[in-house]
């Protein structure tokens, strides 16, 4: 007799860091896929320019999928579609759920890629409810660093399933309707959530995170009190932070020049949409000087993360066209800093401040707030759902492990609370009503998939694996010694060599002799491997010269030799 279906959850990333946002449920004949991001490399990710999901699990199983649901449009919920959709659309095109501004960057991303027309959009507006195959989405309104954010109550054979999403709660939101508790209460019912999923990132934090009205008198007084120029950097998917980025500077006189792409674009969608509002004559074009004093102008760029070919960063080390930095301008950082970051944005601010700016970021002026949920507006939530099950989501782990004690101190009981990681499946059954605490419905863990993130260089998929990432490491550290040789074909003489080279390993004029030396060894190499082919020639030179300069100076670098016949 087969076992009664279970629900799986098939998370294939953000449990354990922030980013790559993806979770599969799966039962029976229906598979759902709930948002699909990219995480931004970190340093040790040398030359990668983004992270992606392992989808072999859904890809395999594309066949039941019914849909992507989509909670918001941020990259680490939307960035990794343009490498999935190509492989889904196999089997059909995939159809894409979301809210109106999500899907519109998801429409611009899967143009430039050429695959607009091997996904089906499909937009939904809260309060709304789909059914996918078994599962049967509502999609409610949350406030969140980006509009038209949604959590997901998703009704299943098991039970009801709440996913935050990416949320805070702002009891007077700026615009849209904010994050509602009384209908996270209303879809939970009487008996309340079978599973609560929820946002962990700012779990570190005690009590209520700053209100968007708070950053916007803020900004106000900085607008208000600022003589010279002021340049304002946020991330472009900031669409309300922009508003009052507008409404400050129509209030000051001022007009906002906007520069880089990213945020051109994004402006453009959401006055498309209705979310945006910009008089006549505000926005400047930013392909040329504006002729306009410094106490009436704005520049609104990119770049807060400290990107080396970002609008600030340009502006700020002296690339850009026809601005520079003046002494006098205020620069306001009005974002949250990303993990690994760090560095990049310090040396920006050092050099802003060297350059007679004054600026001001998070860690030192209320003009940024977090748009994820601090301590307590994670508890009301668990209070107003009372999970069966809780699993914590979008963390790094000490996030989720500190989310969790948070639910056990608000009445979950601890054998329910579940830490997963990439690639660790979780299940549960239906209740028996005759049996309620029976083992056929009761959560547990299940047989770990692979989960190992995808490192994206350039435009491929996994050109980049951690062989290469370990070479590129040992590149940068030891540096790397080539060494070319040219052997008669039929003679084995030699016609040219050995020659050595070496980048980033020695100071040749000093010591040199440590080269001289090695081509000695190579000749004795050479000489007792007389008639060898060439692939075991290079690798007995490789193993030589990587003693002889470990036994010498301490060093391994990349050895890299060449034996030619002509």
């Known amino acids: 007799m087969s076992e009664t279906p279970r629900l799986t959850l098939y998370p294939y990333g953000g449990l354990g860091e922030i980013g790559l946002n993806s979770l599969a449920l799966d039962y029976g004949e229906s598979l759902a896929l709930v948002d699909c991001g990219l995480m931004f490399p970190e340093d040790y990710h040398l030359g990668v320019d983004v992270v ?33 959709v190509p492989h889904l659309a196999q089997s059909g095109r995939p159809a894409i759920y979301g809210s109106a501004f999500t899907l519109a960057l998801v429409e611009h991303k899967l143009r430039e890629r050429g695959l607009l027309d091997a996904a089906e959009l499909v937009r939904v507006d809260p309060g709304d409810c789909k059914t996918l195959g078994d599962f049967k989405f509502r999609f409610f309104p949350v406030c969140h660093s980006i509009i038209d954010g949604m959590a997901l109550g998703i009704e299943t054979p098991v039970g009801k399933i709440l996913h935050t999403g990416d949320f805070k709660l702002d009891p007077a939101p700026l615009s ?6 009384e209908v996270y209460g209303k879809f939970a019912g009487k008996s309340g959530l079978r599973l609560l999923l929820s946002d962990s990132t700012n779990v570190e934090n005690y009590g209520h995170s700053l209100g968007e009205r708070e950053v916007f008198s803020a900004l106000r007084g ?8 002021l340049l304002v950097t946020l991330f472009a998917s900031n ?36 979310c945006l509002k910009a008089e006549d004559g505000l926005i400047l074009n930013g392909d040329q000087p504006a002729e306009l004093p410094d106490d009436r102008l704005v520049l609104l760029v990119t770049g807060s993360q400290g990107e080396p ?26 974002s949250r800093l990303i993990p690994g970051n760090t560095s990049a944005v310090n040396r920006l601010i050092n050099q802003l401040y060297r350059r007679g700016a004054s600026v001001l970021y998070q860690q030192v002026s209320g003009i940024h707030a977090s748009g994820h949920a601090y301590r307590d507006e994670l508890a009301a939530v668990l209070r107003a759902g009372r999970p069966e099950y809780f699993i914590p989501v979008h963390g790094e782990y000490r996030h989720l492990v500190k989310h969790a004690e948070l639910a056990a101190e ?24 005759r049996k309620k605490n029976g083992p056929e419905a009761a959560g547990r863990l299940e047989e770990p998939i692979p989960a190992e993130s995808i490192l994206v260089d350039g435009k491929g998929v996994g050109d980049v694996g951690q062989a290469v990432l370990k070479e590129r490491q040992l590149l940068g550290d030891e540096g790397m010694v080539t060494l070319l040789v040219v052997l008669d074909a039929k003679t084995r003489e030699t016609l040219l060599g050995p020659e050595i080279q070496s980048k980033g390993f020695i100071f040749e004029q000093s010591t040199g002799h440590v080269l001289e030396d090695s081509l000695a060894i190579a000749r004795d190499v050479l000489a007792q491997e007389r008639g060898a082919a060439p692939d075991i020639l290079q690798d007995k030179l490789r193993s030589a010269l990587r003693r002889h300069f470990r036994r010498l100076i301490g060093r391994d670098p990349v050895v890299v030799p060449q034996v030619r016949l002509i």
């Open 176 to 181: 849209g309707p904010g994050t509602d508790l």
């Open 222 to 229: 900085v607008f208000a009190q600022a003589r010279g120029r």
């Open 309 to 334: 070919m970002s609008a600030l960063a340009r502006i700020v080390w002296g690339g850009h066209k026809f601005l520079t930095i003046n002494p006098g301008d205020t620069v306001i950082m009005s």
């Open 410 to 433: 608000h009445g979950v009981d601890p054998e329910k609370i579940f830490i997963l990681e990439d690639g660790q499946p979780f299940s549960l059954g239906k209740k028996n009503p």
């Open 239 to 274: 669409i309300q932070r922009i508003q009052e980025v507008f409404d400050c500077a129509r209030e000051n006189g001022r007009q906002v020049m906007v520069i880089g792409r990213s945020l051109l674009n994004n402006i453009e969608m959401a006055q498309s949409l209705g």
């Open 52 to 84: 992606i999901p392992r989808f072999d699990h859904l890809i395999e199983n594309r066949e039941r999928l019914k849909g992507i649901v989509l909670t918001h449009g941020h990259e680490d919920h939307i960035g990794a579609l343009p490498w999935l």
